[in-house]
């Protein structure tokens, strides 16, 4: 399947998601562009910190016009094994990641069992991006207990399952990613942290960490 098919695909399910139906312009401040029949048309610009753009996609013709350059390596699948690369286009959100960890930071809880039983940690989501733009593959390691899985996994889906794809040599290729949270109560009392496996032990693409707090219980 070609970019251009699978861009266009991604395109067409962004659209679906919205839910204007009068024309209008949208500026939320990490993402600018307009809405016609709940559609996004024309170009629609994605930012990033310091109100930077980082991804250009033009909703009518269903091309990518501008992403951010990256010069750091992504582990993808050469030739049937796991290895770090540069690639070109690299995988990315397809939108703009203050969404991604707005959705996440709005919606994920401290699970009842782990503040009662006073359990805090760094677990990781680990996720592959596939050659049409899907996030698949999703598994939660370090959850010792089996406290936060559940929970991950759950906000986890509610992010629109859109990726660019990465691009090795001009053709697709999977990507691997991994999303840490640190779940943290907040207090004096000692908790029962649990064992960390370090990030140096996990071979993906790190993204930026969702910490986690609640009050400690009385």
């Known amino acids: 399947m070609s970019r251009e098919l699978v861009l266009v695909i991604l395109i067409v399910l962004i659209a679906s998601l919205t839910g204007a139906s009068q024309p209008s312009d949208v500026d939320n401040g990490y993402e600018r562009g307009k809405l016609e029949n709940g559609y996004k048309v024309g170009v629609w610009e994605y930012f990033g910190n310091g109100d930077s753009v980082e991804l250009k996609i033009n909703y009518d013709k269903g091309t ?11 582990f ?3 030739d049937s094994v796991w290895t770090y690369k540069h690639v070109n286009p690299y995988p990315r959100y397809l939108g ?3 969404e991604f960890y707005t959705i996440l930071g709005n919606n994920i809880n401290y699970p009842t069992a782990a503040r009662r039983d006073q359990i805090e ?7 592959e991006v596939n050659t049409i733009g899907k996030a698949v593959n999703i598994a939660v390691l370090n959850d010792n207990g089996g406290y936060f899985t559940d929970e991950i996994i759950d906000v986890f889906n509610l ?5 660019l794809t990465a691009s090795y040599n001009g053709k697709n290729v999977p990507s691997k990613f991994i999303l840490p949270f640190y779940f943290k109560l907040t207090g004096e009392k000692e908790s029962s942290a649990f064992d960390i496996t370090t990030l140096s032990t996990l071979e993906g693409k790190k993204l930026l960490e969702v910490v986690v707090t609640t009050p400690r219980p009385k």
């Open 159 to 163: 992010i629109p399952n859109l990726w």
């Open 121 to 127: 940690g760094t677990v990781f989501l680990i996720f």
């Open 96 to 98: 703009a990641y203050a």
């Open 76 to 78: 993808v699948i050469i």
């Open 64 to 74: 990518l016009v501008y992403l951010k350059p990256d010069t750091s390596k992504y």
